[in-house]
């Protein structure tokens, strides 16, 4: 079910937007009525993007930029405001993982995640606050369940994220007066998804049953966390920021379950 907003000549830039969740906000958008800038480092994931989301009639505007590359990332919004004009909605979802035990991580591959995933999202925040529509202009940061429960095999994701957790706060707290709101989305286990397919399928979380942790008992899907993207920047959320919002059906809230679980097979197995 698509929420009905209109961001009629509102210009909305999504960095990541050329595939999974972050083209599913910006198909979101481009639903409903926006200039879509999508922002992504292969060429031929931008064309693509570009040609699907022109399906729905409105403008949309595509850019290469590798956001580990301050400058470039500056040329991609001087781009992305020439075509389109200021921003009004900025959202920052590039990301890398990999499932690897930290100690057998190399510096190079902990360092890969946190320059896409921490560092890229400054270099997307700090080059977009000069084009940022001031007052009423919306940011939202891509994170992840990782920012605030560890997993194993993901020490390099979970440090990231908790960056940008920070990061989010931070600047809401140093943009509020300007008139910007920024926040965070977390989703929880998305279905069809190349995260889920890497990671969760693959036994990353804690517990090899990718549902058993949700109260709600199924995976989310795309258009979970685009219509929350959508709400996040309509007027209807016009005092949250700082917020960094759950969207997995509950799963963090029984993340210790499987930990539990374990400790008590092994409870047992020592008391028999």
């Not at 992840?144 to 997993?151: F, K, L, N, R, V």
């Not at 979970?158 to 957790?165: H, R, S, T």
Request: with cysteine; aromatic share 6%.
């Amino acid at each position: 079910m698509q929420i009905d907003l209109d961001f009629a000549d509102r210009h909305v830039v999504v960095f990541g937007g050329t595939t999974g969740i972050n083209f599913g906000i910006a198909q979101a958008f481009a639903r409903q009525g926006a200039r879509v800038t999508v922002v992504s480092r292969k060429r031929e994931n931008v064309e693509e993007a570009c040609a699907a989301l022109g399906q729905f009639g409105g403008q949309v505007n595509g850019v290469c930029a590798d956001v580990r590359d301050f400058d470039a990332v500056g040329r991609a919004m001087a781009a992305s405001v020439a075509a389109f004009g200021d921003i009004d909605v900025l959202v920052s979802g590039a990301a890398g993982n990999f499932l690897c035990e930290a100690k057998d991580m190399s510096s190079n591959g902990f360092r890969a995640v946190v320059d896409i995933d921490l560092v890229g999202t400054f270099h997307v925040l700090r080059q977009a606050f000069a084009h940022m529509s001031k007052p009423g202009g919306v940011v939202l940061n891509i994170t992840a369940p990782q920012s605030s429960i560890p997993m194993r095999f993901q020490a390099h994701a979970c440090a990231a994220k908790a960056g940008v957790d920070q990061l989010t706060r931070v600047l809401a707290l140093e943009w509020g007066p300007a008139g910007l709101r920024v926040n965070a989305i977390s989703p929880g286990p998305i279905a069809q998804t190349e995260g889920f397919k890497r990671l969760i399928a693959n036994g990353a979380g804690n517990s090899g049953d990718s549902n058993a942790n949700v109260p709600l008992g199924r995976l989310g899907s795309v258009d979970d966390i685009a219509n929350l993207a959508l709400f996040l920047a309509s007027p209807y959320a016009s005092y949250i920021s700082g917020a960094v919002v759950s969207c997995d059906g509950g799963g963090a809230l029984d993340s210790v379950k499987p930990t539990l679980e374990a400790a008590g097979a092994r409870a047992t197995q020592t008391n028999a």
